[in-house]
């Protein structure tokens, strides 16, 4: 560590200099005495001319002294320097042993970095939104909204309109790019899709209305997934299709066949009283993710009648909403990040209700879909009255999906062939939560509620 040349690590010049006694600096094509000469008297010189400033500095800073002056200088305009300085200035720190420190600021300049990129992204959608005249869309991201959710917005329109302007060109391309398979483009360029509307096209290549199978996972639960004619799922994460290998997943098959038998079965008993069954099913284990989301908020909203709905409250909100990964990291805003959140809850309730599920037995009435998609669009302003109504319609909603699948599976497990066994289809039930009259805080919202108490004596 004592031959480590700090200074020269912040400024990038050696504090050793140039040594005129090194071959590098010897001049070249001078005859042999001469050329040692020459160099003998440099070495004199040099010698003279260090003691002299020696003399100088005697009374000065040390060498010591002048490098920790640097870092101190380097430490307190750390934001304002150029990002190869702010590296030199991290490495020096480390090789000074100076290792946490070094660390902090890191991630000081990782997170400058990263906010860079965030603008530039924001600025590149903005353009694009403003091109293609999304202008909810450019508002989003004019108030700081979610990037995420303005691109997919965006590459919405630009599916919208490749498809009508390319034709089978720009379907086939739309497809390459969700990974959808040979056998899927090859079918389109046939013209085997041009029966379907350019947004049913859309709605079957993104995974929203695709034929559904069973699979069952490594966890040993068995799921309905989009499949298309690839034998490719969707994957929602990702939103492009995989082979099931790719998810862990193996085809139930003979679930899959057997739900299909008794859903074909009853139907014509039944006057279709179990038609789509595993598209309930999908909307049933949907609606438990929901509900979880619900008890978190409901925690929340008890806190609030103590701490007021106002600051404290959206911190809390905002930050329940990053921690389940509906809001990106990246929106600062409170106020932002907890309407993204309500939004998109919105959103995901009037999903659950796209199979029907409206009416007497439900608890929702048509003013209440109505309601639903104003808190999707944004539309309506967030105060305790506002929240708690959505609470109530996400609940009920929730239930009643889970409800209906599982009361559907019971009707299905009466119409199964003689010769299998009714038990087989038992993996498709759903666990339903009961119902507490006391909500009692999650860990996760118990976490941001202590915050949120701490926030409000400071």
Not at 381 to 404: F, N, Q, S, V, W
Request: no cysteine; hydrophobic share 40%; net charge neutral.
């Amino acid at each position: 560590m004592a031959n480590t040349d700090i200074m020269g690590l912040l400024t990038g010049v050696s504090r050793q200099g140039i040594n005129p006694m090194s071959p590098s600096s010897s001049s070249v094509g001078l005859s042999g005495g001469f050329r040692e000469r020459m160099l003998q008297r440099g070495a004199q010189r040099a010698e003279r001319l260090g003691g002299a400033v020696r003399g100088l500095l005697s009374s000065g800073p040390t060498a010591q002294e002048q490098i920790q002056a640097k870092m101190s200088e380097g430490i307190l305009n750390f934001e304002k320097k150029p990002l190869e300085e702010q590296k030199r200035l991290i490495n020096a720190l480390r090789m000074a042993g100076q290792t946490a420190l070094a660390g902090q600021l890191a991630a000081q300049m990782q997170a400058k970095q990263t906010k860079i990129a965030e603008d530039r992204r924001r600025a590149g959608l903005l353009e694009q939104a403003v091109k293609l005249g999304l202008e909810n869309t450019a508002e989003l991201l004019r108030s700081g909204g979610s990037l995420d959710e303005a691109a997919k917005q965006i590459r919405s329109q630009e599916e919208k309109q490749i498809v009508a302007k390319q034709g089978r060109t720009g379907k086939a391309a739309l497809a390459r790019s969700r990974n959808a398979g040979n056998t899927v483009i090859q079918s389109i360029t046939k013209g085997e899709y041009d029966s379907l509307s350019n947004e049913e096209f859309l709605e079957v290549i993104s995974g929203q209305k695709a034929d559904l199978k069973v699979y069952q996972g490594a966890d040993g639960v068995s799921k309905p997934y989009r499949v298309n004619e690839a034998g490719k799922v969707f994957n929602e994460s990702t939103e492009k299709w995989v082979f099931p290998s790719e998810l862990g997943l193996t085809q139930a098959a003979q679930v899959t066949r057997t739900i299909t038998d008794a859903d074909k079965l009853s139907g014509v008993l039944k006057e279709k009283a179990t038609e789509d069954f595993l598209e309930l099913n999908k909307k049933g284990r949907e609606a438990v993710g929901v509900l979880q989301t619900n008890q978190q908020s409901q925690s929340l909203v008890e806190e609030g009648l103590i701490t007021g709905f106002g600051g404290p409250f959206l911190l809390g909100m905002a930050r329940l909403g990053k921690q389940l990964g509906v809001v990106p990291e990246s929106v600062e805003d409170s106020v932002v990040a907890t309407e993204t959140f309500i939004a998109t809850r919105g959103k995901q309730v009037l999903n659950i209700l796209s199979t029907g599920a409206v009416g007497a037995g439900t608890g929702i009435s048509d003013k209440d879909v109505q309601f639903l998609k104003e808190i999707a669009a944004g539309a309506i302003t967030l105060d305790e009255g506002t929240i708690r109504r959505l609470l109530r319609i996400e609940e009920a909603a929730a239930r009643y999906a889970i409800e209906e699948s599982n009361n559907r599976l019971e009707l299905l497990k009466g119409f199964v062939g003689e010769d299998e066994d009714p038990a087989i289809i038992d993996s498709l039930f759903i666990p339903l939560p009961e119902v507490t009259t006391n909500v009692l805080p999650t860990p996760i919202a118990n976490k941001y509620l202590q915050q949120v108490r701490e926030a409000r004596q400071q």
